[in-house]
């Protein structure tokens, strides 16, 4: 099974501070995904990748950044951080070209105050 | 607006018995449906998938069913146990992206 890495586990941020979640798989797979799960919502697409490089905005990309800049690593950043920002984060990897599963990290608790 | 739509929100089956959970979606380029299984306090694990050109998978005591024409797909997991008590999400996903619903909490007694 893919080893999808994530760091912190968990975060405590300041309202108006700058936040960098960090993500790394091993599985050199080319598709790596930023999502948030709040109650009820399940699982939001945030930023996604299609490779070294490349960031695409999600669903909800408002207030986030992304950075690909190897195969193994995916940032998410957050230049200024609010309450509303306050969830769990989990980032994912899959290889859509060669039909691999998508596989998700514990996840990062990020707490806003 | 939903595109992936999952129910019930929550379900309770008494062990051995079959759980039954749906899921619709809207979006006809949608080609691949992975079911994942989430505890609480940790990340989701991928439990099964099938893809569009499939009508049932099958992994053990758990079944996807799918209906292409009526864009629904369901989730059967026969002789449910109590350790299968957990959030399931349906996704949905084409051209590089999953689309997630919002999941069916499952409780199983004993």
């Known amino acids: 099974e893919a080893a999808v890495t994530q760091s912190p586990r968990n975060k405590v941020a300041v309202t108006g501070g700058k936040v960098t979640l960090s993500c790394n798989q091993t599985?050199?797979?080319?598709?790596m995904y930023w999502y948030r799960q709040d109650t009820g919502h399940g699982l939001r697409l945030i930023h996604y990748?299609?490779?070294?490089?490349?960031?695409e905005k999600g669903d909800i990309p408002d207030g986030y950044k992304a950075s690909r800049p190897s195969q193994e690593n995916f940032s998410l950043i957050l230049e200024l951080a609010t309450p509303s920002q306050t969830s769990v984060y989990f980032c994912?990897?899959?290889?859509?070209?060669?039909?691999?599963?998508?596989?998700f990290g514990k996840g990062t608790r990020l707490t806003v105050v | 607006q939903q595109q992936v739509r999952q129910s019930p929100q929550s379900l309770t089956v008494w062990e051995g018995e079959t759980a039954i959970l749906n899921c619709s979606y809207e979006?006809?380029?949608?080609?691949?449906f992975p079911w994942y299984q989430q505890f609480p306090g940790e990340g989701p694990a991928l439990l099964i998938s099938?893809?569009?050109?499939?009508d049932k998978k099958e992994d053990g005591r758990f079944t996807i069913f799918f209906n292409k024409r009526e864009k629904k797909l369901s989730l059967h997991i026969t002789d449910s146990q109590p350790g299968d008590s957990a959030t399931y999400f349906c996704?949905?996903?084409?051209?590089?992206?999953?689309?997630f619903g919002a999941g069916t909490r499952l409780a199983v007694c004993p």
């Open positions: 994912a990897s899959g290889d859509w070209d060669k039909n691999t599963e998508v596989f």
């Open positions: 990748s299609y490779g070294a490089g490349s960031t």
């Open positions: 979006d006809s380029t949608f080609n691949y």
């Open positions: 599985n050199n797979h080319n598709n």
């Open positions: 099938i893809r569009s050109v499939s």
């Open positions: 996704a949905a996903g084409s051209f590089n992206k999953l689309t």
